[in-house]
Each structure stands twice: as C-alpha cells, then as structure tokens.
C-alpha cells in the first residue's frame, strides 16, 4: 500500500510536469519562467483551457469573457454576502461557489475562474462592514481583483506582481488539491462539484493553508528575537515549519525564486524591502534548523515562504492567502477536470482490509 500514494503515477496529463530532482516546473510544454512576469493570467487560462472547448476563443475575446463571468458571478451572489461574511473568508468563498451552477460548458468554466477574485475582495471588505465593489468587465483581471478590494486602482507594479503569482500557480501537476478535483470529475459530476472538491482540499495546512502561517511565524520570530530557538522549539513540539518541504520537490521550488523576484521589485527601499530582507535571514536559520534536525531529508523552501510575502504586501490579510492561491490554482482544476472528463475513467483503487474478521462461528 502507497501510504499517501507516494510516487503513484495516477493520472497521464498535458497540463504540467514537477521535475522534483531538477526543481522544474513545466506548464502545456513551457517553462515556468517563460511564462511568470511575461504571460498574463487570462493567456494561461487559455493555455491551460486549449483543446477542452470546442467554443474556447482566443486570448483577448477570452479575458473579455472572463470579465463578464466576474460580473455574473458578483450579479449572482452579492444577494447572498450576508449570509457568506460571517463564515471565514476561505469558507465564505467556498460557500459561494457552492451557489453556481453545476455544468460542464465554457460558460460554468469561466465562472469558477472568476469567483474566487470576485467572492474574495467581497467577503473582505463585508467583513470590515463595507459594501462590495462591482467588478469592471474591461478591467485586467488581477487589476480588476486589487480594485474590488480597495475601491482604488493598483499600481502597474503591484498589478504585475498579483499577476505573475497567480500564473505562478495556476497548476501543479498532481498536488492534493487537484487530484481531489480529478476524483470528482471522474465520476462525471459537474464542474462546480468538482471545483469545491479542489477548494475543500487546498484548504489544509498541509497544502494551501500554509501562507497564512507564514506570516504569524515572521511576526513571532521578529517579537522574540531568536529565529533559531523559534525554529528547534517548534520542530521540538512536532509541528512543521510552515513555506517549507515539499512532498515532490527534493531542491528548492522554483517557485520561491520567481516570487522572492517580484516581493524585491515591488519595494526594495519600503516596509516591503525590509520585511523580505528579515524573511531571508529566517529562510537560512529555518533551512538549517532544518537541516540539522531531518538529516534524512532534503526539506527545502517551497511556493507558500515567498507567496506571503507577495500577497501581504499586495494587501492581501494573511486570512485570505488560500484565498487567492485558489484564485491562481482554479484554472489548473478547470483543466484537469475536463482532461479527466475527456479521458479519463471513474477513479476507484482499492484499499486492504486490516479491521476485525466476522466471526464464521455464528
Ligand atoms: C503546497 O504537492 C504540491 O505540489 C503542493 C503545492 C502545489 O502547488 O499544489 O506545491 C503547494 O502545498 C506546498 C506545501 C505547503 N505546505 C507547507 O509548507 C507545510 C509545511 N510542509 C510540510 O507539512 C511537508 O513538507 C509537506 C506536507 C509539504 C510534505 O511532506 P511529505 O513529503 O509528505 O513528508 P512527510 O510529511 O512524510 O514528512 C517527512 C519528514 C517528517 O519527519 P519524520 O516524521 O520522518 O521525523 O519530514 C518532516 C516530517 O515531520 N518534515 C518537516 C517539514 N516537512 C517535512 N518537519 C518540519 N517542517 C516541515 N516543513
């Protein structure tokens, strides 16, 4: 028995490829820096989508389409923020995707890639008692996500920056997350369905729930001063050091450097500059500490270290970074449940039965 399906190949995909020995990321045939900071995130929900619709249209009639989803989605739900605000932002939304239909056409595929922007700037200001902003249908989509949460338009810089994370990680090979959306799909339930499984799973610590905790982990090492007595006890209590391992990657994520890029462009000299400079004396303690506590494994820094760093400065709150991962990691879901739709068949593996035996007496 694979315990956590360790190195189980369980899906054929053209979607991407983890190179976990050479720290690379491969996304429809292109590498990840080919695509981070040069392919806006409407191109790579085309690339990711080519081939899955027969209506799919080409890049700029697309980005206006997912623009009008961002508009049918808040036109569809703000009725029902009140009943979404009072949950956590990452149930809220989750909530919310429930309430869209359950289809299988390009339309119900635009709507899931739009909700996650729209249901996650929405929640956020409710909760400061706040009305919610209306999407613009014209509006670049990360652009677009950055207004509805401050009622101002973002700087080119900050926009780019939201941008590139959210292609950075619009897919990812067979993570938690994704396989669970393939799981759902495969039984030929609806896109929505399948959607809110991804959701349910990135949700977890383990997984997407990571960058928050990032976060809370700098603060608590900067008002204690000892990063490498933080780190030991931590480890020492079995908790995990959160931004950091990875089950595929045995060397950095190659993720972390494109993300560390865009935190330093965003603010070398500002509160941003000096928090990134701080994060990285913590990143060589923790990799050390590391180091020094599994000798037997090569735990390097993964995707969530730097993503908190991105997203709170981009001025994200750290209960809202699962948030936007799933507003990245929706396309990839998108796409594998239309490639597990369209070739794959039911998923059903077996398990061993280890519980008591019957008693054959009676
Ligand atoms: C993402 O799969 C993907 O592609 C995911 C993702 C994506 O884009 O979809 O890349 C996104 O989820 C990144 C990971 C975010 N999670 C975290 O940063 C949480 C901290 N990381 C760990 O929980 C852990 O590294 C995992 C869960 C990510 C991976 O762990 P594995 O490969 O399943 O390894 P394991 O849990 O079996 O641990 C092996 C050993 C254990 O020690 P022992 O019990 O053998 O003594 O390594 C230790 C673990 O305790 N370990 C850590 C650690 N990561 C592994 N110990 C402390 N801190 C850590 N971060």
């Not at 809220?92 to 729209?118: C, H, S």
């Not at 409710?126 to 207004?147: C, F, K, T, V």
């Not at 997407?208 to 933080?230: F, Q, S």
């Not at 519980?355 to 007496?361: H, N, S, T």
Request: a negative charge; proline letters at 6%.
């Amino acid at each position: 028995m694979a315990n956590g399906l360790d190195d189980v190949v369980a899906a054929e995909t053209v979607l991407s490829d983890v190179d976990g020995l050479g720290g690379r990321l491969t996304i429809r045939g292109h590498s990840l820096p080919e695509l981070a900071g040069r392919w806006r995130y409407p191109q790579v929900v085309r690339l990711l989508l080519d081939g899955f619709f027969d209506d799919l249209p080409g890049d700029a009639e697309l980005a206006q389409a997912i623009g009008r989803s961002r508009v049918e989605v808040f036109e569809r739900l703000q009725p029902m923020l009140p009943a979404l605000v009072p949950l956590d932002v990452y149930s809220g939304m989750r909530a919310g995707v429930a309430l869209l239909p359950d289809g299988d056409t390009l339309a119900d595929a635009l709507l899931m890639i739009a909700a996650p922007a729209v249901l996650t700037p929405a929640l956020l200001r409710g909760e400061r008692g706040s009305p919610a902003i209306a999407p613009n249908p014209q509006a670049d989509h990360a652009a677009d996500m950055l207004r509805m949460l401050s009622g101002t338009d973002a700087s080119p810089a900050l926009v780019t920056a939201l941008d590139t994370y959210l292609v950075t990680v619009c897919d990812h090979g067979l993570n938690a997350s994704t396989f669970a959306t393939r799981v759902v799909a495969s039984t030929q339930a609806g896109l929505t369905s399948a959607i809110l499984a991804g959701l349910g799973a990135l949700k977890g610590p383990l997984h997407g729930g990571a960058p928050g905790p990032v976060i809370e982990m700098l603060d608590a090492i900067e008002a204690g001063g000892d990063a490498a007595g933080w780190l030991r006890a931590e480890i020492a209590r079995g908790e995990r050091i959160m931004g950091f391992g990875h089950r595929i990657y045995r060397v950095r994520d190659p993720r972390a450097d494109v993300l560390k890029a865009v935190v330093r462009q965003l603010g070398a000299e500002g509160a941003t500059g000096r928090r990134l400079a701080f994060a990285e004396t913590v990143e060589q303690t923790a990799l050390e500490v590391l180091r020094q506590a599994k000798p037997s494994r090569s735990i390097q820094t993964n995707v969530e270290f730097y993503t908190a760093l991105l997203l709170e400065a981009a001025g994200f709150p750290a209960e809202a970074f699962s948030n936007v991962f799933a507003a990245g990691r929706v396309a990839g879901w998108v796409a594998h449940a239309r490639e597990q739709q369209t070739t794959g068949r039911l998923i059903r593996p077996q398990s061993r039965y280890v519980g008591p035996v019957p008693d054959l007496v009676a």
